[in-house]
């Protein structure tokens, strides 16, 4: 089945948050080097930033941002991996793959490379079955199918949006977890992708993470952590609640499980606690509220949906700090900036143009 060229290579960007010199893409060099990758520096702008030869890339910097979003760069977080989604803005691919530069290739039980990003492709290309759980998992995967008693009515599923990816090695613990367990890697590879059901609310990681753009590119906003946020750490999360909420309500798909990545460096826990702290609190809140969230008929689209979302947390949440004020006006401005690079007709932003390489 395998052709010449690699599955969606016009169609899919790279997207890599990064503060250091991306050595760690020679060992992704067989999987990788065919795509266009979007780099997004954080931190210091006048760093240089090296990217092995023979890839096909553009990076972006704080001072880029700035001078593509004017004003509304301030939705984009500074000295935080949130710095991200502003890949996702730019790019004009319709699906999106994004990896953090700690984490590696890995290996499945036989010893084999896994190409993460090809079974990321095979999670979005297949439908995903929200409305009724199937017990061997993804029906939809070689050697599976739907189970006795699965309604033939759903068996169409509905289509896949997100496919969140695991990780070998370091597990993706939060501060007060690894403080008490610094030694406990995750050594258990469980062959298997499913269908997050609707109505439930996961823990999405940002680190191993593909998704239909063209389908749910606008409610991927990480939100507002890092430099002069009182929160950090909580990006990929809150982007995952605000996604899960709008796939429901659109019947869109969300798939967890496979690929594996390697996750080669455990982040230090107590400077994670610091970040974390606020959140570990205000999550018993915040979920509550994204369990309970619910939208109007009329919100058809990913951004009305994520505008109307903005109000609510806005209701809603203000009242457990004055942050959450603060992160609605940025979700909205997100969506406002989003709007403005990606024009609803076929017109794309020519502006936008970091350091092609």
């Known amino acids: 089945m395998a052709g010449v060229t690699p599955l969606l290579k016009d169609e899919l960007d790279i997207v890599i948050p990064t503060i250091r010199n991306l050595d760690f893409l020679e060992m992704w060099r067989p999987f990788f080097e065919p795509y266009h990758l979007i780099i997004v520096q954080d931190g210091d702008p006048s760093k240089v930033i090296k990217v092995p030869e023979g890839f096909d890339y553009e990076l972006y910097n704080r001072n880029d941002i700035n001078r593509i979003l004017g004003p509304k760069a301030s939705c984009i977080s500074f000295k935080d991996s949130a710095c991200r989604c502003f890949g996702y803005m730019v790019s004009k691919k319709k699906y999106i793959y994004t990896i953090d530069d700690d984490c590696f290739v890995a290996k499945d039980p036989t010893g084999k490379d896994i190409n993460a990003l090809e079974q990321h492709i095979k999670n979005l290309l297949s439908p995903s079955t929200p409305l009724f759980f199937n017990t061997l998992y993804d029906p939809y995967r070689e050697g599976a199918d739907f189970v006795r008693g699965y309604p033939f009515s759903l068996r169409e599923g509905v289509p896949t949006a997100v496919s969140h990816g695991l990780w070998l090695n370091i597990p993706d613990y939060d501060a007060p977890t690894q403080l008490v367990k610094p030694r406990e890697r995750n050594t258990r590879y469980v062959d298997a992708v499913m269908t997050i059901p609707k109505g439930t609310i996961f823990p999405m990681c940002g680190m191993n993470l593909g998704f239909n753009r063209d389908l749910i590119g606008p409610a991927m906003y ?125 017109e794309s932003a020519k502006l936008v143009n970091g350091s092609a390489k």
């Open 222 to 346: 990480f939100g507002l952590m890092g430099d002069g946020q009182p929160i950090g750490r909580y990006d990929d999360m809150w982007a995952g609640w605000c996604t899960k909420v709008i796939c429901d309500h659109l019947n869109l798909g969300v798939k967890t499980g496979l690929p594996y990545i390697w996750h080669s460096k455990a982040s230090n826990p107590f400077v994670n606690l610091k970040k974390e702290y606020k959140g570990i609190y205000w999550q018993e809140e915040i979920i509550p509220f994204f369990q309970a969230a619910t939208l109007p008929t009329e919100c058809t689209t990913v951004q009305q949906c994520y505008i109307e979302l903005a109000k609510q947390v806005k209701t809603k949440l203000s009242a457990v700090d004055p942050y959450f004020t603060k992160l609605a006006d940025a979700m909205v401005m997100w969506i406002e900036a989003w709007d403005e690079l990606n024009p609803s007709g076929d």
